[in-house]
């Protein structure tokens, strides 16, 4: 028996192994270590016998292990108490399932373990079967009954809990054409997180899937993995990077025993193997989905056949009735067309009757219909897509970029990305009068129902356009009819109103007398030209009488009777001869004054040619008399002018024929008048300067006028004279001056001769050379320098330190100090008394310069040297004398100050510097420019150029700015003025400076106070610019609903009509009442009643509550994108004031994109908070952020959308009035960034003393 239980021992597929405990000094059992095992445990333990053995159970278990096994384990030992325990762990990537039985013997305790993995993955198989059976089963249920609007959701939502079954992260339906050349994703599931693919996969053309097509056609689903496909299967790893997958099952839609598409299942991340029974039950999937696609298609076509009927029928109505029909064949066949064929553009052509041009007559984009469209295109770009064999036939392009071919470059009108047309000539009578165009931007958009629609409309279409030919005809044959009887009409009219107009506005006097000369009517200029009122010149007769001999003008009268000769029998003669009457005369008025007027006259005729009056208009030509005597007496000087003058004038054209000339001219160059204008201009110039003068000067002369040219023009002797001579050129003619500057020239040839001799003088006159050779310190006079030092010639060796002997002792440190100081530059300068060998002590000006070598070591030192002792005596009078004036020149407000010359040095400056410019006088002298420091910087240019002007000996007056000590700025007024010696050389400069503050104050606040009244003016002027755009564009709205309103009150069944122009009331009173609380808001900002009432709110709450009521249900279906970043905490603001802000700033987001803006709120740690609105938009121009927040501004490429300008302005001040900062980041054409920074905490007294504030944790 023993034996026995050893082999089953031994050869037992169960586990089975013995523990032993492990107790420690207390006695207690702590662990178990293995007594015995059979070879089925040691397999299951992953180890070997000689290992496991001895071997405590803790060292196989997992860390946290102990509680699920090694405690039961002693609980058995210590109760006795058999255990059962499960056991579940991964080997290989596969799941291992364990039971463990535990039991105590004697003193150790029996583990027995059945591996039921096998068993586990059976069931797991059979649930999962039963899982996606019972999907299937509430899919196939639903199927069944599923209605055409719940289609859309239920395919998808089935495709979710299948692919979610499966473990795929996307799937999609996938359907082929009715002619299988292209296919397109209908319908499409991802998973969270998964990027959709669907608008990626539409009209894909056949090579893109026809790899697995044969698969597919057999029924059979196709099963792949990228890392199985090799360089061998290049279509297959396309199609897998194109839709980014790792692998896909595909299951074949099937339809009448056609495939016409499939199902695909797909994971992103990584590579899955399909388990079998998933797959045969996808192919069930495939097949309900399949036969519901199947269904709902058939139920499709019936509708549709139906509406086919339905609109036919209408169209045939409206055809057989459309002069009594509400809507025109036309618009009804249109509306039918896209609702049958939802494409994106439909249009109507119609061809001109030359058939060079094909003019819309209607057209419907994007479901919009426009009866009146205003396109027009060269027929020939339609014609050339009609077969030429069967012009008659509908074209149908799929694909157009397949073809080649493009509609928006070729037509600026139709700027939309076409990829697929349908094209159908519209005939009547065996002519080609129209064509219907339809256009998609979806490649293989139209099915053969559109075509079949469409061509079966071409019949109607084309009786429609023929009807509105005939019916354009009659309206023009009969427009033409109305307005030639309206011209005729108008004629008339006008007749009759100029005639009227004439008399009562006209500026000249009109008067008609009957044949006698009587008055019988006169207009109101009359009575300001003659003084006498109308009523009193009707009656009176026109007589006229010779003048006096000096005026002889005749002399028009108007008498009650009278003698003399009536005007009328002078305007028979002349209508006899000439047919009017016209001459000057003089008009006596009714207070005797004498007016110079112009007579016009002509008779009055009727039908049959009787003259029956006359009619006289008289014009006042005072004022042309006086400007007559103006521009004659103006003529007269100026011709005295050009005649008399002394310099050289004439008058030419722009080819330099000389036209008049005036004696200075003649006397000059020696010609007569005559002579000089048979000579063109370029022939006087010297042959060796023509072709200059007529390149450079003459030929562009009438653009650009010559200013001081010298030329050497010949006279009639032959001689040449030098003449400078100017010219310009006005309405191609040219007026030009010159002067003979022969003299001038010689004199200033002459006086640089002198200046060469003046120079040579000037260097010999008084002064010595002398040289130092430093290396030798030897020096090298020349005579005159050994004269002024008092040295014999005869001493022809002479040192530095013999020329140091003769300097006087007490200016011996002042010189050596200034040598020290220039034999660090480049030249030397110095003044110092020497005593002469015969004890006489003379003033000596050294200058020369430093020869440096390569190194830049001193050399050699050259020079001058001049006698300056009476220059120096005759300075120290004068600094005697101005001693003397100090006494004056303390006592004024005045700063004043005096330079000497030579050198350059500060001899004076008053007490006045100290009071106003805070800065002592020693300081003035120490640095004649240590003044600067206290110039305000900005002025330090107009200082500096003024201190150059003054060095150079030049007069100058300034104002500058200078800074006290406080940091406020004082206005300085300063004036120099320089003093010369009876030779005018300079010898003194002098300044005088005093403080102007309260005058500069005064001009200020005149200056602000102007800018002022410009900016109000500008504001009011754009304010009434805004506010009448804004507010008349509601209010026209407004008008015009109310007038369709009224008309539909007479319509029955109108209420729709009458409820959606009162929607369209609303609305606009809405944007009205926005306009106007934005301007009443910026009102109440400027006078500083705004009220910010800060309390803490929570800033997410707030941006929701504005998201939901403002933003949420857009007819455009888009929304913003909310995100929160940081820890939420409390803010204390305004609630009111905020929402407004993020208002505004959203709808700017909105109005100026077409993506979803994005809204922002970050908690910063630094206690503040930042809320940021982000959109794609158009963005705003550079140059024109800086203008933004100016009330209302729009940008430039804001003009298409509505706005007032205001919206950022109130923004603005409302942050600031929580202490934040409001900025604007933007790109035009990319988009724009608001940022709105804001404290965190309340300002001081924003709570009472009962309120605390405390931060906490936001949901």
Known sequence: MDQLLQVWFNTSSQGVAFLEPIRNNQKNVVDFRYKLANPAFVTICQTSLNELIDLPVSKLLQPGQEALFLDPIIAVFQTGQPQQLSNQYWLHGEPVWHDITLSRTDQLVMVTVQDISEQKRSEHRLQRHLAIASILSAVSSRFITLQANEVDSCIVEALGQVSNHIGAQRASVFTYTSDYEAGRCIYEWCAPGIEPRKERVQARPKECFDWMQPQLEKGETVCLRIDELGPEHPRERAFFSFIAVKSMVAVPLVQQGKTQGFIGFYTIDEPYTWAQNDVALLATFGTLVANVLYRLQQEAAIRRVSQRLEGLHAIDHALLSYRMADQSPLQIAMQYLHFMVACSQITVFQMEADLEWAVAKCQAIDGALNMTPTVRIPAAFLQQWFEQDQPKVAVYHPDLQQLGAAISPALPDFPGDFQSQVIIPLYSQAKCIGVLWLLSTDAYFFSEDDRQVAQELAGPLAIVLHQQQLDEQIKRHTEQLEQQVEERTQEVRQLSTLHQAILRHAGQAIISTDIHGVIQTANQACELLLGYRIDELIGRTVYLQPGPPTNPLPVVTYRMNGRGRPLTDFFAESLATQGYFYCECVTLTKTGQRTPILLAASALQANDGTIIGYVGLSTDISALKTAEINLQRKNQELNTFFHGALDMHCISDSRGNISDVNQAFQETLGYAADELKSIPFLQLIHPDEQKFVYANLLVPILQKPVRNQINRMRRKDGHYRIIEWNAIGINHVVYGSARDITQRQEVEMQLRGLNERLKLATQAAGQGIWEVDVQTNRLFWDERAYEIYGIPTSQTTVYFDDYLRLIHPDDLAA?????????????????????????????????????????????????????????????????????????????????????????????????????????????????????????????????????????????????????????????????????????????????????????????????????????????????????????????????????????????????????????????????????????????????????????????????????????????????????????????????????????????????????????????????????????????????????????????????????????????????????????????????????????????????????????????
């Not at 020869?851 to 030192?861: A, E, F, L, Q, Y």
Request: glycine share 6%; net charge negative; proline share 4%.
């Open 815 to 1259: 010189f050596w100090a200034q040598y020290n100081r220039d034999i660090e530059g480049d030249t030397i300068t110095n003044v110092a008394r020497i005593i002469r060998p015969d004890g006489e002590l003379r003033y000596i000006k050294v200058n020369g310069n430093l020869i440096r070598n390569k190194r830049g070591d001193v050399v050699r030192h050259i020079g001058v040297i001049w006698d300056v002792t009476e220059q120096v005596l005759a300075e120290e009078a004068l600094r005697e004398s101005e001693q003397r004036f100090r006494e004056i020149a303390e006592n004024v407000d005045e700063i004043f100050w005096i330079h000497s010359v030579e050198p350059f040095q500060l001899l004076y400056i008053n007490p006045t510097y100290e009071r106003v410019w805070h800065r002592s006088c020693q300081s003035l002298y120490n640095d004649t420019f240590s003044f600067l420091p206290g110039v305000y910087e900005e002025d330090m240019p107009i200082v500096g150029k003024a201190i150059t002007q003054y060095l150079s000996g030049k007069e100058s007056q300034i104002q500058c700015r200078r800074k006290n000590a406080d940091g406020s700025l004082s206005w300085v007024s300063v004036r120099t003025f320089i003093i010369r010696n009876e030779a005018g050389k300079p010898i003194r400069q002098i300044g005088i400076a005093n403080d102007i503050t309260d005058q500069k104050e005064k001009e200020l606040l005149l200056q602000q106070a102007l800018v002022q009244e410009q900016q109000l003016n500008h504001l009011k002027s754009q304010f009434v610019s805004t506010a009448s755009h804004e507010f008349r564009t509601p209010l026209a709205t407004i008008q015009s609903s109310v007038d369709l309103i009224k008309l539909y009150l007479n319509v029955p069944d109108a209420s729709a009509s009458i409820q959606k122009h009162l929607g369209v009331i609303e609305k606009e009173i809405l944007q009205f009442s926005g306009l106007l609380t934005d301007m009443l808001t910026i009102s109440r900002i400027e006078a500083g009643k705004i009220q910010v009432n800060p309390k803490l709110i929570d800033p997410i709450l707030v941006a929701q509550n504005v998201i939901n009521t403002h933003f949420s249900q857009r007819s455009d279906h888009r929304s913003v994108d909310f995100t929160v970043e940081g820890t939420p905490y409390p803010v204390c603001l305004d609630e009111k004031l905020m929402s407004h802000v993020i208002v505004n700033v959203l709808s700017n987001a909105f109005k100026f994109s077409k993506t979803n803006p994005t809204l922002r709120l970050s908690f910063q740690d630094d206690k503040h908070l930042l809320i940021q609105v982000t959109d794609t938009g158009i963005g705003i121009p550079t140059n024109e952020l800086s203008m933004l927040f100016q009330a209302f501004f729009r940008a430039s490429n804001a003009n298409g959308v509505s706005g007032t300008g205001l919206g950022l302005v109130i923004s603005r001040q409302f942050v600031e009035l929580h202490g934040g900062q409001l900025t604007i980041q933007s790109e035009e054409k990319k988009g724009t960034c608001c940022t709105i920074t804001l404290p965190v905490d309340a300002p001081e007294g924003a709570f009472g003393a009962d309120e605390v504030i405390t931060h906490r944790t936001l949901s």
